[in-house]
């Protein structure tokens, strides 16, 4: 029997329910714009609940010389030279109303005795300019958002995976999914379409990402609508991802327990740090601190599970019962462990794409009309090493910006044309998954997707580990021909992972075709054959099937930014 098949229509379509999606739909609501937002996910659970630490902005309420300048300084100094100026500039200045706009929704921040929103260090940032709600940060926005967005009574249907966005003659006119549960298959025709189902984490074995979540889904829509991809291959590895238990392995220890005073130690008892960054230890940059802890490991001064010693237990219990309660109560479920008496074992994690969909730094609209990207799903700002904290901003800035963007575009259409044979294949797409009865399984594939990309892909990368990692992955690419599908009484998770699989795919593709043409070293991407910085490759790397990789130069920084930026790094880095 068919599938039901509904039809809805919108002005603008989100996809994704977390903080970037939520900011993009609120700002649309509150101009009276017709907005839908779509997430595979329930909204109260969406992927950025999970950042802890913080949100930047140069609000100066700690340290009066702080300024959006010296944010954007540390920003693109810390980016490698990879960060977009213009975007980086677009952030930096636009912060402190995303703070406001927060605070309008009703969101409540940490402040000091006398009122003010409390700022705290994270790494390399000059100045203390890190807001935050205890270590639930991100938690807390989404709730923000989710509140304001009832408010407005916008419309979210969650579990709907969104199979294919609909385009026509290199325009957006819709997207085609289904309903996880019943199958229900949904084709909603809207005049924007805005990006927002976050990055590609979870094809790495040790990821901060849950089940199911950061697969590539955004990568893959994007570019089979005809957007193309940028830096795929710069990916940040968080230094403290928990190793145990199993099915929680890769579960963060925000950055903020080493922002209050944590100190890392190997198995030998040494304070590591001092080896690779001597002047700001345990404060440096995330890129550093885990290669620092996987060098510590390979060469054999990690635990025997293979991690090092993140100790808070020094500071005062209730520093880390106010400052650090979602890390103590994490420990304490999941490893019945008391981080006031006892140090945490941990290890580098994959957790942030850097890199993603190509977009503009002025509206984040991509190659494709009508169609934005933002989140993580974006890039631009990052370059090769984000700041712990940017994220969370960037989402609030680039939600307004391309909320607005997204809204004038519609309103300039006089028309909009629309392909039935376009629809048909997004419908023969979902039919074709349905009915395969092969003898691969989804879930099999995903994870050699995954042993692929831990082993040649990782922390430390070189020639003859993606070469080998691109062979393995055409293998799997020919075992996905011979899967079978088995929805059941559950629902449709099953196509939702095949889909999943070939989101995964083509995210590993880009990444490791991206790294191999990056043939140097540079912030989070290291290359043992190449350890040096180039200045020739100070670059984005532009990646699409089509075309495979072509390189984009990058704007000069503005002079009264440039002149606040220390000598980018370059010592210290690949010890091996």
Same mark, same amino acid.
């Given at each position: 029997m068919a599938a039901t098949e509904q039809r809805l229509s919108t002005t603008v379509l989100v996809i994704g329910t977390g903080g970037a999606g939520l900011r993009a739909s609120v700002e649309l609501a509150e101009a009276g714009v017709d907005v839908l937002a779509v997430g595979k996910r329930p909204k109260d659970d969406a992927h950025t609940s999970l950042a802890a630490g913080g949100i930047n902005a140069a609000l100066a309420t700690m340290d009066p010389e702080d300024s959006w300048q010296q944010h954007a300084a540390d920003t693109l100094k810390e980016s490698y030279l990879l960060g977009d100026p213009r975007t980086t500039e677009i952030v930096t200045r636009?912060? !402190?109303?995303? +703070?406001?706009?927060?605070?309008?929704?009703?969101? !409540?921040?940490?402040? %000091?005795?006398?009122g003010r929103i409390s700022q705290r260090f994270f790494g390399a940032h000059k100045f203390r300019r890190t807001a935050f709600a205890g270590d639930y940060t991100g938690l807390e926005i989404q709730r923000t958002l989710v509140r304001r967005a009832e408010q407005l009574r916008i419309p979210v249907l969650e579990g709907v995976y969104i199979t294919r966005i609909l385009t026509h003659e290199g325009a957006v006119f819709g997207t085609y999914g289904f309903g996880l549960k019943d199958g229900t298959r949904y084709r909603v025709h809207a005049d924007a379409v805005i990006l927002a189902a976050g990055g590609h984490t979870r094809i790495w074995r040790r990821t901060s990402s849950r089940r199911d979540e950061n697969t590539g889904d955004s990568f893959r829509l994007a570019v089979e609508a005809g957007a193309r991809l940028r830096d795929p291959e710069l990916v940040q590895f968080h230094p403290s991802g928990i190793i145990e238990p199993e099915n929680a392995a890769g579960t963060l220890v925000s950055e903020a327990a080493r922002g209050e005073g944590g100190i890392l130690r190997n198995a030998l008892g040494e304070r590591y740090m001092s080896r690779y960054d001597p002047e700001r230890m345990e404060l440096s940059t995330r890129d550093r601190v885990a290669l620092a802890s996987y060098t510590e490991i390979k060469e054999g001064r990690g635990t025997e599970k293979g991690g090092v010693? =993140? $100790?808070?237990? /020094?500071? *005062?219990?209730?520093?880390?019962?106010?400052?650090? *309660?979602?890390?103590?109560?994490? =420990? #304490? $479920? #999941?490893?019945?462990? $008391? +981080?006031?008496? $006892?140090? +945490?074992? &941990?290890?580098?994690?994959? /957790?942030?794409?850097?890199g993603g969909v190509w977009v503009r730094p002025e509206d984040h609209s991509t190659d494709v009309r009508g169609l934005y990207a933002i989140g993580e799903a974006s890039s631009g700002l990052h370059g090769a090493n984000r700041l712990g904290g940017n994220s969370l901003i960037e989402l #609030? &800035?680039?939600?307004? +910006?391309?909320?607005?963007?997204?809204?004038?575009?519609? %309103?300039? #259409?006089?028309?909009? *044309?629309?392909? !039935?044979?376009? &629809?048909?294949?997004a419908r023969a797409e979902v039919d074709g998954l349905l009915a395969a009865d092969g003898p691969e399984n989804v879930r099999a594939l995903q994870r050699a997707v995954r042993d692929t990309m831990t082993e040649h892909a990782g922390v430390v990368r070189d020639e003859e580990g993606l070469r080998t990692g691109l062979a393995e992955l055409a293998a799997i690419e020919r075992r996905m021909e011979g899967v079978g599908v088995h929805p059941d009484i559950a629902g449709l998770q099953d196509l939702a992972h095949a889909f999943d699989l070939k989101a995964a795919v083509l995210a590993a593709r880009a990444t490791l075709e991206a790294a191999l043409e990056r043939r140097e070293t540079r912030g989070c991407h290291n290359r043992s054959d190449y350890p040096d910085m180039k200045e020739e490759l100070r670059v984005n790397l532009v990646w699409s099937p089509a075309t495979g990789i072509t390189r984009e130069s990058i704007p000069p920084v503005p002079e009264e930014i440039a002149s606040l930026m220390e000598e980018v790094p370059a010592d210290g880095k690949l010890q091996e």
């Open positions: 636009g912060a !402190a109303r995303g +703070i406001d706009d927060l605070e309008r929704y009703g969101m !409540a921040f940490a402040r %000091e005795q006398d010693w =993140l $100790d808070v237990s /020094h500071l *005062p219990r209730q520093t880390v019962m106010s400052r650090l *309660p979602r890390v103590y109560q994490t =420990l #304490l $479920d #999941l490893q019945m462990l $008391d +981080i006031t008496r $006892d140090p +945490i074992e &941990v290890a580098p994690t994959a /957790h942030y794409s850097m #609030l &800035v680039y939600g307004r +910006i391309t909320g607005r963007a997204a809204a004038a575009y519609s %309103e300039s #259409l006089t028309a909009q *044309p629309r392909s !039935a044979a376009v &629809v048909a294949e």
